[in-house]
């Protein structure tokens, strides 16, 4: 998006605005699920991910979202909104909205110190980092001010940082299981990319296997 040099082009701005829908959907999808990973949180997640689509086909394949940018050399892009740009507005705040409610319930009912530890570490982290990346890049470009629109990158970092303390302070995953899941996600990419980029038909064949072996053994 910002490398982009062509008035016009919105492909990368359509995608920026896709990605962003991700963050606010699994989110609250996790808040769910967390610590305990019921069930019953499995239909909630099959909602949760068809309206996320739904909005990210709109945002991308209609100018209902996004209409146009224009690049501005040595500034920020100046994006043009569409009609249904504040139904995505509502999207991103109210599912954020949501998952900060379910924290703070279960950081209130909850009678085990470590997850009222992680749920508070949780809860600070996104609030803080999700509040000011909607006033910077959600609210104020819709207003006509694009000069902060970098604040929720940096943003997203702060929320990792988080995360990454909860994860190690206070035990938020099982660590040893949650790097042997890295480490197969890796090698899953890593096989799926030479198979799509296989020279003969034969060598897909081949990779396509050994993937697909990867994956359940995985």
Same mark, same amino acid.
């Given at each position: 998006?910002? !490398?982009?040099?062509?008035? &016009? @082009? !919105?492909?990368?701005?359509?995608?920026?605005?896709?990605?962003?829908? *991700?963050?606010?959907?699994?989110? !609250?999808?996790?808040? $769910?699920?967390?610590?305990?990973?019921?069930?019953?949180?499995?239909?909630?997640?099959?909602?949760?991910?068809?309206?996320?689509?739904?909005?990210?086909?709109?945002?991308?394949?209609? @100018?209902?979202?996004?209409?146009? *940018?224009? *690049?501005?050399?040595?500034h920020e892009h100046?994006?043009?909104?569409?009609?249904?740009?504040?139904? $995505?507005?509502? $999207?991103?705040?109210?599912?954020?909205?949501?998952?900060?409610?379910?924290?703070?319930?279960?950081?209130? +009912?909850?009678? =085990?110190? *470590?997850?009222?530890?992680?749920?508070?570490?949780?809860?600070?982290?996104?609030?803080?980092?999700?509040?000011?990346?909607?006033?910077?890049?959600?609210? !104020?470009? $819709?207003?006509?001010?694009?000069?902060?629109?970098?604040? &929720?990158? +940096?943003?997203?970092?702060?929320?990792? &940082?988080?995360?990454?303390?909860?994860?190690?302070?206070?035990?938020?995953?099982?660590?040893?299981?949650?790097?042997?899941?890295?480490?197969?996600?890796?090698?899953?990419?890593?096989?799926?990319t030479r198979t799509?980029?296989? @020279?003969?038909?034969? =060598?897909?064949?081949?990779?396509?296997?050994?993937?697909?072996?990867?994956?359940?053994?995985?």
């Amino acid at each position: 998006f910002r !490398l982009n040099t062509i008035s &016009g @082009d !919105l492909l990368f701005t359509k995608l920026l605005y896709v990605s962003a829908t *991700v963050i606010p959907s699994s989110f !609250l999808y996790f808040t $769910y699920m967390f610590p305990f990973n019921k069930f019953y949180a499995h239909w909630k997640g099959v909602c949760i991910v068809t309206v996320n689509s739904l909005l990210a086909l709109a945002t991308f394949h209609t @100018d209902l979202i996004i209409k146009n *940018v224009v *690049v501005n050399s040595g500034h920020e892009h100046v994006i043009t909104f569409g009609s249904f740009y504040l139904v $995505y507005a509502f $999207y991103i705040m109210s599912f954020f909205v949501l998952g900060f409610w379910n924290l703070y319930r279960k950081y209130k +009912i909850t009678k =085990d110190e *470590v997850l009222k530890k992680q749920s508070i570490v949780l809860l600070g982290g996104y609030v803080v980092a999700a509040n000011i990346a909607c006033v910077t890049n959600l609210f !104020l470009p $819709y207003f006509g001010y694009y000069e902060l629109n970098w604040v &929720g990158q +940096i943003c997203t970092g702060f929320v990792v &940082g988080f995360l990454t303390y909860a994860v190690f302070r206070h035990k938020l995953f099982q660590t040893k299981a949650l790097v042997a899941e890295l480490l197969f996600s890796v090698f899953w990419i890593f096989l799926l990319t030479r198979t799509l980029l296989s @020279d003969s038909v034969k =060598d897909g064949l081949y990779n396509g296997i050994l993937f697909g072996f990867s994956v359940l053994i995985g």
